[in-house]
């Protein structure tokens, strides 16, 4: 049975620092495709970040470019989302996901997500 389960959301002060866990169980990472999701309220989910299993090559959203940093330990089944320099407008739902692209469409098993509020 696939499990996604994140944990790490909180409430952060602009310009700081949260780090993001999703502890996969029932596959592999190595053969798939890994992404973070958020969706903030009255908005479509978007695709933040994204990790091919196999060789770790990652890609970004343009806006977290510099600012977000995504890894995956395979020994412990675990992607993570380190977020630095967070702004207001990061504020969202962030959810995990597998699949065999990283397109959202692409995208088979998500987790129930965690919060991310970020604010003064």
């Known amino acids: 049975q696939v499990q996604l389960v994140e944990s790490g959301g909180g409430l952060v002060q602009p310009g700081g620092s949260l780090r993001l866990s999703c502890e996969a169980s029932?596959?592999?990472?190595?053969?798939?495709?890994m992404g973070w999701f958020r969706q903030a309220p009255g908005k479509e989910r978007e695709g933040v970040s994204c990790?091919?299993?196999?060789?770790?090559?990652?890609r970004y959203k343009d806006s977290v470019k510099g600012r977000f940093t995504m890894s995956v330990d395979n020994a412990k089944n675990t992607v993570y989302l380190q977020m630095n320099r967070l702004i207001p407008e990061d504020t969202a739902v962030y959810y995990c996901?597998?699949?065999?692209?990283?397109?959202?469409?692409?995208?088979?098993?998500w987790g129930r997500g965690t919060l991310v509020t970020v604010s003064s």
């Open positions: 996901a597998i699949g065999v692209s990283c397109d959202r469409s692409g995208m088979e098993h």
């Open positions: 029932g596959f592999t990472l190595d053969y798939y495709f």
């Open positions: 990790i091919r299993g196999g060789d770790g090559r990652t």
